[in-house]
C-alpha cells in the first residue's frame, strides 16, 4: 500500500495551520522610558522634596510597605489617590502646582512621585498585583478628572483630551532596581 501521499497531505495540513493559527502574544507593562540624553547635555541632580514621595515596597515576603505603613494590596489604591490629591492640603503629603494645561486653562497638578522598589524575592503574582493597583489608582483619577471636566470617563474622551488628562494627572511611577534584602555586605 502506497502511503507517500498521506504524509505529503499531513505535512500541507501542518504548514497551513502553522501559517493561520495565530499564537498567544506576549504583552508587557505600558511604560514610557525616558529619551535617552544628548551626549553633550550637562546632568543635574534634580532635587525632590521628600513629601512628594511615596516609597512603595514589596518584600520576598509579598509584605507591601506603603510609606511607613504596612498594608494589604486591596488598601493600596485608595492610599496612591489619597497621597497624590491630598484633599485635606495635608503637609506630609504632595504639593500641588498650578501649570497652565493648553486646551483647558489653569489646574493644580500634583507633584507627588510613586516610588516602587521590591526585593528580588517578591513574587510575580504579588509585583503585579502592586503595578495593576498603582496604574488603577491613576486611572480612577483621571477618570475622575475628566468626568468633572468633560462629562464622559478617560477611554471616551478624543486624544486631544486625553492629553490634557495625562498632563493634569501624570502618572509618575518609579522603578527601583530590586535588592537582596536577606544577604548581608561584609
Keep these: 500500500m502506497n502511503t507517500s501521499s498521506t504524509a505529503d497531505i499531513a505535512f ?14 506576549q504583552t508587557g507593562l505600558s511604560r514610557r522610558l525616558p529619551p535617552m540624553p544628548d551626549k553633550d547635555q550637562k546632568v543635574e541632580d534634580q532635587k525632590i522634596n521628600r513629601r512628594n514621595i511615596i516609597v512603595v515596597k ?19 489604591k485608595d492610599k496612591i489617590k489619597e497621597f497624590l490629591t491630598n484633599p485635606t492640603d495635608n503637609p506630609n503629603l504632595p504639593e500641588k502646582e498650578e501649570q497652565e494645561i493648553e486646551g483647558y486653562g489653569k489646574c493644580l497638578v500634583s507633584k507627588g512621585v510613586i516610588s516602587l522598589q521590591n526585593d528580588r524575592g517578591t513574587s510575580y503574582q504579588a509585583y503585579i498585583a502592586v503595578q495593576n ?32 488628562v495625562k498632563k493634569a494627572v501624570p502618572q509618575n511611577i518609579s522603578e527601583a532596581e530590586p535588592k537582596d534584602v536577606g544577604k548581608r555586605r561584609r
Design 12 to 25: 500541507l495540513l501542518l504548514c497551513y495551520f502553522l501559517m493561520t493559527t495565530t499564537m498567544g502574544s
Design 58 to 76: 514589596i518584600n520576598s515576603a509579598d509584605r507591601i510597605l506603603a510609606g511607613s505603613e504596612a498594608i494589604v494590596v486591596t488598601q493600596l
Design 133 to 164: 493597583e498603582l496604574v488603577k489608582a491613576v486611572n480612577e483619577l483621571r477618570d475622575e478628572f475628566s468626568m468633572k471636566a468633560y462629562g464622559k470617563p478617560f477611554i471616551k474622551l478624543d486624544e486631544d483630551k486625553q492629553a490634557i
